[in-house]
């Protein structure tokens, strides 16, 4: 079955860059019938998609406004996994972060979530 | 962007009740909606998506309804394993907005 492995620091200072990682397996992130999504949740904000990266031919891209310009969600095809980095953290970006596939196929939604990762940002 | 609505924020219920959540978006979504299930330090567990359809593995005494801009998720009769925090979201429009969620307790 499909399982998703996310790694990456708990604690991240303000103004740096917050790195994660998801390792796929059972599927592969070049896969044309999956997105990949980071999704984030925090008392103050909810759950809060943040983006997603995907192959149709070629990679596309997307990411919410409220972090467009911060963040890049990459692949990595050789290790068949996907990342997050988000810059010039505050503490507004402290959360639980989940890596999350979009299915295409059945059932076609967010079907499989990561075990998240709680990050704090402080110094 | 889309708004969420849940309601209620907290609902206090009994095993073997009949719930309901529902859910409304500030626009239609028609059938892009997805229920999800979080119990303390998991990860949302998707109970049924396109609005109605019930996600493998999932007890069938859970059930979605709904198009447009309303939706429900219905627990027919409760179990003791079903009181949590419901969330629904929407995956029609970016960004994919999510409800602020409804706890479920034991009355």
């Known amino acids: 079955q499909v399982q998703l492995q996310q790694s990456g620091p708990g604690l991240v200072k303000p103004s740096q860059t917050l790195s994660l990682t998801c390792v796929i397996s059972?599927?592969?992130?070049?896969?044309?019938?999956?997105?990949w999504n980071w999704i984030r949740q925090s008392p103050s904000r909810g759950l809060e998609w943040l983006g997603r990266t995907y192959y149709r031919s070629k990679w596309y891209n997307d990411y919410a406004v409220s972090v467009k310009g911060r963040i890049i969600i990459n692949p990595e095809t050789s290790k068949n996994q996907f990342s997050l980095q988000m810059n010039s953290v505050t503490p507004e970006d402290t959360a639980v972060y989940y890596c999350?596939?979009?299915?295409?196929?059945?059932?076609?939604?967010?079907?499989?979530w990561g075990q998240g990762t709680m990050v704090t940002v402080s110094s | 962007d889309i708004q969420m609505t849940q309601s209620p924020s907290t609902l206090s219920a009994s095993v073997g009740d009949r719930v309901t959540i529902t859910c409304r978006a500030s626009q239609s979504i028609t059938t892009w909606l997805a229920w999800y299930q979080q119990k303390p330090g998991k990860a949302p567990k998707l109970l049924i998506y396109?609005?109605?359809n019930l996600e493998s593995g999932v007890p069938s005494r859970f059930s979605g309804s709904g198009s447009g801009t309303e939706f429900a998720l219905t627990i027919s009769s409760l179990q003791s394993d079903d009181f949590a925090t419901y969330y629904c979201q929407q995956y029609n429009i970016f960004p994919y907005n999510f409800g602020q969620g409804t706890k479920l307790d034991l009355k």
């Open positions: 396109k609005a109605s």
């Open positions: 999350v596939r979009r299915n295409f196929g059945d059932p076609d939604a967010f079907d499989i």
């Open positions: 059972g599927d592969t992130v070049s896969s044309n019938s999956a997105a």
